[in-house]
């Protein structure tokens, strides 16, 4: 949907994605993933570290991860080996599996950051009751990819969502495991979301 031209702020108003690089955001790499933990290692940026491998490990789109309460993340001293949480885009469960060096990350933070079940795992800058906002998380991840040295126009926060289902769909060609793993109704979505570009054959 476009800009009249009649509407008088038309003529000054950039479009939305000027300068932006529009489309399938790429996957961090191995190396990459590595890069960015010494950065985080480095600052003692805590909270970023658990959100960062968080968000590869759960493969949750940023509104899900943003609002991950403590309680879906810790059922008592212990971080959970799966987590499940209802999507907001689909209003579907979906499940989770956390590593155990991920599990080490989120404790050594939840310890840090304090609360209670029905905290927020993540809260935000402006106000601790609340959740960090798919804005900060995207301001965040910006600068993480940016500190390695890499095109922040190549990088979103699709990209962590995508780099670990990328890395098991090369190891294991199994897009229907992809689908579950990313919570897609249809496996057509999660061929395009991955880029692959194959022939899919599905009944």
């Known amino acids: 949907m476009g800009i009249a031209q009649y509407d008088p702020t038309a003529p000054d108003r950039p479009a939305w994605n000027a300068g932006r690089k529009v489309g399938v955001k790429k996957p961090l790499k ?14 003692g940026r805590m909270r970023d570290r658990a959100l960062f491998f968080l968000a590869i490990d759960s493969k949750l789109r940023g509104c ?16 959970r080996n799966r987590a499940m949480i209802v999507q907001q885009k689909t209003s579907r469960p979906i499940q989770f ?27 935000s800058r402006v106000d601790h009751a609340d959740h960090l906002s798919t804005r900060q998380y995207a301001k965040l991840e910006d600068e993480w990819v940016t500190a390695i040295g890499l095109r922040r126009e190549y990088y979103g926060t699709h990209s962590l969502r995508r780099t670990k289902a990328a890395m ?6 199994n897009l229907r495991a992809i689908q579950i793993l990313l919570g897609q109704t249809k496996i057509e979505n999660t061929v395009r979301y991955l880029g692959v570009d194959i022939e899919v054959r599905w009944n």
């Open 97 to 123: 599996e956390i590593t155990t060096d991920v599990r080490a990350c989120l404790l050594s933070w939840l310890e840090l950051r304090g609360g209670t079940v029905d905290d927020y795992a993540f809260p």
């Open 30 to 43: 191995q190396r990459q993933i590595w890069a960015i933990r010494f950065f985080l290692d480095r600052e």
């Open 64 to 79: 899900d991860l943003a609002k991950l309460k403590i309680g879906s993340l810790v059922p008592g001293t212990e971080i």
């Open 168 to 173: 098991i769909y090369k190891a294991t060609g």
